[in-house]
């Protein structure tokens, strides 16, 4: 047998596991079945702090998947972190394929059931964050060739959703996607979220005002104007050149960023052609991890970003000079962010995401302010968003529908 690991000081657990074995005949601490429709045997293993999905395929579907998810990894694309993978087990068994389950990531069989997770638009917050991921892989030239909601995890991220690629069974890596290929790749996204949304209500846990039909075709729309978006020519007058800045902010809104933009003359000289070049994802994120170091979604780095302005400013007018931004964020961070986290009870504040946790908090400030008519105090709100959001709300760290 060959074990392979990204990380070996870090998952030395797994060595102990009963690698030999088929995955089914496991009997180890932690192990848990993973309730869904899957191709293979899947099983979720704890050990401690960390918490393992290990699924069992053929030895080069294995070590095919192995190598795609570390290319997805390695190219910034939103994934499951790949831990290791088993191969040439005894008796011809199946290889063994080892992710890191992604904390606080909701399945959309617990997200679309809408148990308290206090998400409007839940049809349209999955639809969009699936197009946008779709989007992203095709950016980088991948073909995924499956995708479902059952091939996909979702995270908060600041009233709306991430979502990340958890199958890549059947993808495949090029230099770049022809038409034809982007749009079959679509039109299997539509049927398969047509076929998981049908499935979920015919059993009656599909969260109400969400068609399944009208949800998997407005896939493509949504597609669409976002890659019309992020890779559209724009042509305008060689004296309208402000029209790049308000490309490139519509850029930053979606938390995409051009690392090159190609101005191309027109016949005549008099006319200019826009045309973005390697458009990155992630752009708030970054700026926010430059500044202050966290890590955050795009939409709550953006939140976060956002309020740490607002906190320049309220220093500005202490002090009556401008704060440079490095030195807003920290001050922010020291005297805003930190605080409001530490005054979280220990047993809850593992609930979510610090991000989205300061996140909710900011939201909850408001509604408390807007209700009374006057501005809530920072110690007030973090204490009656903890009672009356918080308390009572389920843990996300690990959100899987599991059995025994």
């Known amino acids: 047998m060959r074990l392979q690991l990204a990380k070996p000081a870090e998952h ?7 690698l030999e074995q088929s995955l089914i005949d496991w009997d180890i601490a932690g192990l848990h079945d993973v309730v869904g429709l899957h191709r293979h045997v899947v099983r979720m293993v704890e050990v401690g702090d960390l918490s393992y999905v290990v699924k069992e395929l053929p030895d080069d579907l294995a070590e095919r998947e192995w190598r795609l998810l570390r290319e997805l990894v390695e190219a910034g694309l939103p994934t499951a972190e790949v831990v290791g993978v088993a191969t040439g087990r005894d008796d011809d068994a199946d290889g063994l394929l080892i992710t890191r389950h992604l904390d606080y990531s909701l399945p959309y069989r617990v997200l679309l059931a809408g148990r308290g997770l206090r998400i409007p638009y839940l049809g349209e917050r999955v639809l969009d964050s699936l197009a946008g991921l779709l989007v992203r892989l095709h950016l980088a030239g991948f073909f995924w060739g499956d995708c479902s909601l059952s091939n996909t995890l979702f995270r908060r991220d600041a009233g709306a959703l991430s979502a990340y690629i958890i199958d890549v069974e059947t993808g495949e890596r090029h230099a770049s996607l022809s038409d034809g ?3 079959l790749d679509l039109q299997i996204a539509t049927e398969n979220v047509a076929g998981d949304l049908l499935d979920l209500q015919a059993g009656g846990r599909l969260a109400d005002g ?14 669409n104007r976002l890659w019309a978006e992020l890779t559209g020519v724009d042509e305008f007058n060689a004296n309208e050149t402000f029209r790049v800045d308000q490309r490139l902010r519509r850029l930053h809104d979606l938390g995409f ?24 994802h992630g752009f708030h994120a970054q700026r926010l991890r430059t500044l202050t170091g966290l890590q955050a979604g795009e939409n709550q780095a953006r939140r976060l970003l956002n309020d740490i302005s607002r906190y320049g400013a309220v220093l500005e007018q202490r002090t009556g000079k401008k704060t440079p931004d490095g030195v807003a964020a920290l001050r922010w961070l020291d005297e805003r962010f930190t605080p409001a986290i530490a005054a979280i009870p220990h047993d809850l504040v593992g609930k979510l995401e ?32 903890v009672r009356d959001v918080l308390a009572p709300a389920p843990a996300e760290q690990m959100m899987v529908p599991l059995e025994p």
């Not at 969400?210 to 597609?223: G, K, M, N, R």
């Not at 908090?361 to 204490?383: I, K, Q, T």
Request: glycine share 8%.
């Open 12 to 18: 030395t657990a797994i060595v102990g596991w009963p």
């Open 181 to 183: 290929q982007r749009r």
């Open 210 to 223: 969400i068609d399944p039909v009208e949800t998997a075709l407005a896939i493509e729309s949504a597609y």
């Open 257 to 280: 960023d051009a690392a090159e933009l190609e101005l191309v003359s027109a016949a005549g000289g008099s006319r200019l052609r826009l045309v973005p070049r390697v458009v990155e």
């Open 354 to 385: 610090p991000a989205e946790l300061y996140h909710q908090v900011l939201e909850h400030r408001w509604f408390l302010s807007e209700r009374v008519g006057g501005d809530v105090g920072m110690a007030d709100a973090v204490a009656s968003y």
